[in-house]
Structure formats: structure tokens, C-alpha cells
């Protein structure tokens, strides 16, 4: 609830600049959470983990923390940009997570 809150309110201060920016930003978004993912792959097959385990890793290391992202972006660094990319990574990433999800539990069940 507090993340759905979160990006309530950065959608309705930073919603123009979200939208501006959202065709560049929204392929950077794709690239790093494949990107990340595929390192949780990497770590969990060099620690030899099995499928489930892997699952975990992939979908862990592409889900960071979307609200700390914004408020060290917005207010420690002073950045509202990184704001825009924090939340149009996390408004990327839950399909693309979600959607992997459902291909590895179907997987899981064959």
C-alpha cells in the first residue's frame, strides 16, 4: 500500500516529465531489469541452486526498492530525473516480473 501511495504522488508531481521522457526511458527500464535479472541467474547458477532457488534470485535482483530509489534521487542528490527513471522502472519491471512468474510457475509444473 505504501508503494501504490508512493507512486501516486510522484505520478501527480512528476507525471509531465514521466510522459516526456517515457520512450528512452522505458527501453533503459527493459534493459536493466533483463539485465539484473540475468545476474541472478548468473549468481545462482555459480552457487549451483535449483530452479525454484533460481526463480528467486532473477526475480530479487530485478525488484530493488522503487521508493528509496526516488527519495535518495530526490532529495539527497537533488535529481528529480532519477525519480522519473525509479518509477518507470518499477511501473516496467512488475509486468516483466509478473509475466516471467507465470512462465517459470507453469514451467515449474510441467
Known amino acids: 500500500m505504501a508503494l501504490a501511495t508512493t507512486v501516486a504522488i510522484f505520478l501527480s508531481v ?3 516529465s514521466v510522459l516526456k521522457d517515457l520512450g528512452a526511458t522505458i527501453w533503459l527500464a527493459v534493459v536493466f531489469t533483463v539485465v539484473v535479472a ?10 549451483r541452486a535449483d530452479r525454484r532457488q533460481l526463480q528467486t534470485l ?9 521508493a528509496v530509489t526516488i527519495l535518495v534521487g530526490v532529495v539527497v542528490l537533488g ?7 525509479g518509477l ?3 511501473l516496467t ?10 512462465v517459470t510457475n ?3 509444473r510441467e
Open 38 to 47: 540475468s545476474a541472478g541467474l548468473i549468481v545462482g547458477a555459480a552457487l
Open 14 to 16: 512528476l507525471g509531465r
Open 106 to 108: 507453469r514451467w515449474n
Open 58 to 66: 532473477a526475480i530479487e535482483f530485478a525488484c530493488r526498492n522503487t
Open 79 to 85: 535529481r528529480p530525473e532519477i525519480a522519473v527513471f
Open 88 to 90: 518507470v522502472v518499477f
Open 93 to 102: 519491471q512488475m509486468p516483466l516480473v509478473l509475466g516471467a512468474v507465470a
